[in-house]
């Protein structure tokens, strides 16, 4: 466990919901990687990520998935690319990550409550 924070730190992270719209492999990345387009919605917009998730998922099955994002982190240069969003998922046994997604279809930017 990390260090104990207060509510309001936590409310400090923005987490939301958008649709992948597009997923293209990132041959430059160190670990292999997708570059992802993801839709948060109109306030938000779309908004790009890298994520190291090639070995539960292929590029062609990612679009039109919900996933959740921290949205408010600056972004963050990963090689050639420029990372806006971290988008989040869990390690399984091996350390390999599966996304976290709504059980449920939600508009785009929705909030994490």
Same mark, same amino acid.
């Given at each position: 466990?990390? +260090?104990?924070? @207060? ?7 923005? /987490? ?8 293209? &492999? $990132? ?30 998922? +292929?590029?062609? @099955? ?7 994002? /921290? ?8 090689? &050639? $690319? ?32």
């Amino acid at each position: 466990m990390t +260090e104990v924070i @207060n509510f309001d730190e936590f409310l400090k992270v923005d /987490v939301r919901v958008g649709t992948i719209v597009e997923a293209l &492999p $990132f041959p430059e990345a160190r670990k292999p990687a997708y570059k992802l387009r993801i839709d948060f919605g109109e306030e938000i917009g779309i908004k790009r990520s890298s994520a190291q998730i090639t070995i539960h998922y +292929e590029a062609g @099955n990612l679009v039109g998935r919900q996933v959740a994002a /921290v949205v408010n982190f600056p972004p963050r240069q990963i090689g &050639p $690319f420029m990372s806006e969003v971290l988008t989040l998922g869990f390690g399984d046994s091996n350390g390999d990550i599966v996304l976290i997604h709504p059980e449920r279809a939600v508009p785009n930017g929705s909030r994490m409550f």
